[in-house]
């Protein structure tokens, strides 16, 4: 999946997701509303079962819908929002047309943020991507991530480790890497907002003064309920853009 000026196709059920939320939002589904039957609901959107079923799986687990026996599924109170919690690479949340430049693509000792948000001890090596995510043409976001060890996810996937060793050289982040991964992995996310200054580095980075003020997002990813990535994403004044409302 190349970045190239077009988006990289998403998996059906993701598509679902938020076809469903549109229409929670737009008040066919009302929060209180019993959703129609999957047979129903599949047949009213036009889609295979199979692809439904993970959609309301996704949907179920972050709190959108809940099941009960002999109830259904029910549209819970509060409409969620988009957002950097649904786990779309930055490369796809700046608009424009986008291209990531690999900065730095390597193994480091963990540094105290992976430490204290990554279950990985303090002498293993971590897997560390630096990349510039361009916005026509423009430096708009730097993007710091950092993974647990291959052996540690392979526990996840055994074939997440030659994944993302065979994108090292392509115009991916990791969470681009982990999100378009088949079959598709159980993620979920969470972030925080900060505000500081740019520094002399990373100003180098985005030409611009050290004493430029930046928004700071740091976010945690984890697969099946276990933190595999955690990332920093340095977006200066200035730049585009970009929706980063919490889900919830």
Known sequence: MKVSGHRARRRPAV?????????????????GSTLPSEPALAAELGVSRPALREALILLQEDGVITV????????????????????????????GQTRVRALTRSSEEPTDLVLQHLPVPAHREVR???????????????????????????DRDAELPAELEAAVDRRRTVLDVLGSH???????????????????????????????????VTQVVS???????????????GAPAMPLLQSR
């Open 15 to 31: 598509d679902l997701y938020e076809r469903i939320v549109e229409s929670i939002r737009s008040g066919r589904y009302p929060p």
């Open 68 to 95: 009960r026996r002999g109830v259904g599924r029910t549209v819970r109170s509060g409409t969620p929002r988009k957002g950097f919690e649904r786990l779309c690479p930055v490369e796809h949340l700046l608009p």
């Open 128 to 154: 560390f991507w630096e990349s510039v995510v361009d916005s026509d043409g423009r430096a708009a976001c730097l993007v710091q991530e950092w993974t647990l060890p291959d052996d540690m996810l392979r």
């Open 182 to 216: 088949e079959p598709a992995l159980s993620l979920h996310g969470s972030s925080g907002l900060s505000a500081t200054l740019l520094g002399r580095q990373r100003g180098e980075v985005f030409e611009r003064p050290p004493e430029t003020p930046v928004v700071l």
């Open 223 to 237: 697969a099946d309920g276990v933190p595999v990535l955690v990332a920093k994403y340095v977006l200066p004044s």
